[in-house]
């Protein structure tokens, strides 16, 4: 069963918008996909469209691999996902993908550093 959700908002000028499709691989393993860019503007949309999805499932993949711009919020959205994952006993995977990978890093060492 695959389920689209499609936000039609322009998150930023020439941005493609963010579309999210779950797939529901076994009775308890969702499978996310995000296509588009993740800024400030949507990232709050996203969040609460996993969350939907963490109550219905035990397992969770979010396939960010085809993101084309993931701003610094999409670290503190996949920080707040992971926790309430974990608070619901779901097993939560990532595939970040080059551009989400390199942003993921760069959040990770400035929040190592944060006194």
Same mark, same amino acid.
């Given at each position: 069963m695959t389920?689209?959700?499609t936000n039609g908002a322009q998150a930023r000028p020439g941005s493609?918008?963010?579309e999210f499709t779950t797939e529901w691989r076994d009775i308890d393993l969702a499978v996310?996909?995000?296509v588009g860019d993740?800024? $400030?503007a949507n990232t709050h949309e996203l969040?609460?469209?996993t969350l939907s999805k963490v109550l219905l499932c035990r397992r969770m993949i979010l396939d960010? /691999?085809?993101v084309s711009f993931f701003a610094s919020d999409g670290y503190w959205m996949l920080k707040t996902l992971? /926790?309430?994952c974990v608070l619901a006993d779901v097993e939560f995977n990532l595939v970040p993908g $080059?551009?989400?990978g390199r942003m993921l890093q760069i959040c990770r060492q400035a929040d190592q550093h944060v006194l």
């Open positions: 389920e689209m959700l493609a918008g963010l996310i996909t995000v993740i800024d $400030a969040l609460d469209y960010l /691999s085809h992971d /926790s309430r $080059a551009r989400v």
